[in-house]
């Protein structure tokens, strides 16, 4: 995925939707509707780990989604390591589902596994402007070239 500038980069929120708020508070909010909003001068990257550990993950992940979906070319998110089903459901998100959505995380139709497989086609990675490129954490040894 290939990004241009100027471009806000936000990584690793948790869960923890007040916070990404208050992020947007901070640094300028991602939409179009007056003149606080600055979507079309920037884009927004997000750098994964979006649920687990804090309390609102699926406030965190619904809202990234939505902006995603409302903003296709200036919304991008990539793969962290907590948007791993295995990771997931070890540290919170799966427990969180469970119990907010009264579902059955195992169930395929369950919207822990849907969102989980949304995840799953999440990229690894971004470029900006062909000369910086951005991952969670790290390309590991076996990458040998930028494609």
Request: aromatic content about 12%; glycine content about 8%.
């Amino acid at each position: 995925m290939k990004l241009r500038v100027p471009v806000k980069i936000f990584g690793s929120i948790f869960g923890r939707f007040n916070e990404m708020i208050r992020y947007f508070e901070s640094f300028g909010f991602p939409h179009d509707e007056d003149e606080t909003g600055d979507i079309e001068n920037f884009d927004y990257l997000f750098l994964g780990n979006y649920v687990d550990r804090g309390f609102n993950g699926l406030e965190v992940i619904c809202l990234l989604f939505a902006l995603k979906i409302k903003f296709p070319d200036h919304i991008h998110l990539i793969r962290g390591r907590h948007e791993d089903i295995r990771v997931n459901k070890l540290f919170g998100f799966a427990e969180e589902c469970a119990i907010r959505l009264g579902e059955d995380i195992n169930d395929p139709n369950s919207i822990f596994q849907k969102i989980n497989k949304v995840f799953s086609c999440l990229p690894l990675a971004a470029v900006i402007e062909d000369r910086i490129i951005c991952v969670h954490g790290g390309v590991g040894k076996n990458i040998t070239n930028f494609e």
